[in-house]
């Protein structure tokens, strides 16, 4: 008898539960919003890690005639389409399309062979300059000091990289950023700053970070109202850098449509 009803009050239980279980499906929240399907982007193979996805826009591939069609002042580079890089010489290079909110891929790597007389700011030094004036600084920051809001990962004198993930000098390396670009109402004032995160070397060194401006040397960060897009170049700074790997993604968040709102019920009398 006391079996029965144990195993009576169990089997209660699970319908009880069971019942919970069914009216929580029941109430299942939805916003109404309708979504258009996400695009389908087939990325890299899992054997060529870095490589562009699907929708990106490929800038240099290695070859000579890609860096030049999509690069101003490409040809003043060095191109070694038997390695697939390119190394600084001459001039920056920018690109010829403009870019605002994006996924930029680049690969860089600093020269191998080290003067001992270069150090700080003097060895392996260049930089990503998004919109041609928001420096994503590089630097040889491999066992190389100098001030930390101008070592490799930096948002240039504004803020230092939260980690320094720098592989040795001659060594490949990869920044991976995403890039929010500023919005600026017709006055000129910043209706939305920009806003930058980076990956250096599959580590993130800057998180969401909002910028103050333009990167300077010589005076404090501002902004100054530009276009919605703009070229992003590659500094040359001196120094025979190497860089190969390049391309970009332009970022569209998915919107989808409010539902309509119900009018409001007319009170008595009205």
Same mark, same amino acid.
């Given at each position: 008898?006391?079996?029965?009803?144990?195993?009576?009050?169990?089997?209660?239980?699970?319908?009880?539960?069971?019942?919970?279980?069914?009216? $929580?499906?029941?109430?299942?929240?939805?916003?109404?919003?309708?979504?258009?399907? @996400?695009? +389908?982007?087939?990325?890299?193979? /899992?054997?060529?890690?870095? &490589?562009?996805?699907?929708?990106?826009? +490929?800038?240099?591939?290695?070859?000579?005639?890609?860096?030049?069609?999509?690069?101003?002042?490409?040809?003043?580079?060095?191109?070694?389409?038997?390695?697939?890089?390119?190394?600084?010489?001459?001039?920056?290079?920018?690109? *010829?399309?403009?870019?605002?909110?994006?996924?930029?891929? /680049?690969?860089? #790597?600093?020269?191998?062979?080290?003067?001992?007389?270069?150090? &700080?700011?003097?060895?392996?030094?260049?930089? +990503?300059?998004?919109?041609?004036?928001?420096? +994503?600084?590089?630097?040889?920051?491999?066992?190389?000091?100098?001030?930390?809001?101008?070592?490799?990962?930096?948002?240039? *004198?504004?803020?230092?990289?939260?980690?320094? #993930?720098?592989?040795? @000098?001659?060594?490949?390396?990869?920044?991976?950023?995403?890039?929010?670009?500023?919005?600026?109402?017709?006055? &000129?004032? /910043?209706?939305?700053?920009?806003?930058?995160?980076?990956?250096?070397?599959?580590?993130?060194?800057?998180?969401?970070?909002? $910028?103050? !401006?333009?990167?300077?040397?010589?005076?404090?960060?501002?902004?100054?109202?530009?276009?919605? *897009? #703009?070229?992003?170049?590659?500094?040359?700074? !001196?120094?025979?850098?190497?860089?190969?790997?390049?391309? %970009?993604?332009?970022?569209?968040?998915? %919107?989808?449509?409010?539902?309509?709102?119900?009018? =409001?019920?007319?009170?008595?009398? =009205?």
């Amino acid at each position: 008898m006391a079996l029965r009803r144990k195993l009576f009050t169990l089997a209660a239980a699970a319908v009880a539960v069971g019942g919970i279980g069914l009216l $929580l499906a029941q109430r299942e929240y939805k916003s109404g919003i309708v979504f258009p399907e @996400p695009p +389908v982007v087939t990325p890299a193979a /899992v054997d060529k890690p870095g &490589g562009p996805p699907s929708d990106a826009t +490929v800038l240099f591939d290695g070859t000579k005639a890609t860096f030049e069609k999509h690069f101003k002042n490409a040809e003043k580079w060095e191109t070694d389409e038997k390695n697939g890089w390119a190394t600084v010489k001459g001039s920056d290079v920018e690109t *010829k399309e403009s870019f605002g909110d994006m996924q930029l891929h /680049v690969e860089f #790597a600093t020269p191998e062979k080290v003067d001992p007389k270069q150090t &700080g700011q003097g060895r392996g030094n260049s930089g +990503v300059y998004i919109m041609g004036r928001y420096e +994503v600084q590089i630097l040889d920051s491999y066992e190389n000091k100098t001030y930390f809001d101008g070592q490799c990962g930096a948002l240039y *004198k504004q803020q230092p990289p939260m980690v320094n #993930a720098c592989r040795k @000098p001659g060594e490949w390396q990869t920044y991976d950023i995403i890039w929010e670009a500023p919005k600026f109402d017709a006055d &000129g004032k /910043v209706t939305k700053p920009a806003v930058c995160t980076v990956l250096h070397n599959g580590v993130c060194v800057q998180n969401h970070f909002e $910028l103050k !401006g333009g990167t300077y040397f010589d005076q404090p960060a501002k902004y100054v109202k530009h276009a919605e *897009k #703009a070229p992003f170049r590659l500094q040359n700074h !001196g120094n025979p850098m190497r860089f190969r790997n390049i391309w %970009v993604r332009e970022l569209k968040p998915i %919107v989808g449509k409010e539902p309509e709102k119900k009018p =409001e019920e007319k009170k008595d009398g =009205e």
